[in-house]
């Protein structure tokens, strides 16, 4: 081989500089308001830490800043952990703003619409 062809040279860190590394993950929303969520995990989530939420509200999909407000153990089972954490919104848009309170509003209607029955995400559209 003909040597490095990088168009800028790496340096060999001698030592480790500490870093992180985003990685989308799945999760559930548990519940949801227009100042946070509560969201259930496989991994504990680090307190304080700022995360870019997705969340897909029926038929519109939003990212919102969040910080997390507290984590917790929620069950643990034979071969996995499940966590519990409550994230509170930072600097939401006007756009993600009108998506969950949409999201939220048509929840209700169709809460109302069939009282007695367990809850469901409402349909896209």
Same mark, same amino acid.
């Not at 030592?15 to 992180?20: L, M």
């Not at 509200?57 to 407000?69: D, E, F, K, T, Y």
């Given at each position: 081989?003909?040597?490095?062809? &990088? ?5 060999? %860190?001698?030592?480790? %500089? ?20 509560? !969201? ?5 989530? !680090? ?16 990212? %919102?800043?969040? &910080? ?12 996995? !952990? ?9 600097? !939401?848009? =006007?756009?993600?703003?009108?998506? %969950?309170?949409?999201?939220?509003? &048509?929840?209700? &209607? ?5 009282? /007695?029955?367990? =809850?469901?995400? =409402?349909?896209? /559209?």
């Amino acid at each position: 081989m003909d040597g490095d062809k &990088r168009d800028t040279p790496r340096l060999d %860190i001698r030592g480790r %500089i500490p870093g992180e590394l985003a990685v989308l993950a799945p999760i559930a929303v548990r519940d949801i308001s227009l100042t946070g969520a509560l !969201v259930e995990c496989a991994y504990p989530l !680090v307190m304080e830490s700022a995360h870019e939420l997705r969340l897909h509200l029926g038929n519109q999909a939003v990212v %919102i800043r969040s &910080r997390v407000a507290h984590c917790h153990i929620a069950d643990i089972g034979h071969d996995m !952990v499940r966590y519990v954490a409550g994230l509170e919104f930072l600097d !939401v848009s =006007p756009h993600a703003e009108a998506a %969950i309170a949409g999201f939220v509003e &048509r929840l209700k &209607r169709e809460r109302e619409a069939a009282p /007695g029955q367990s =809850p469901a995400p =409402p349909a896209s /559209g």
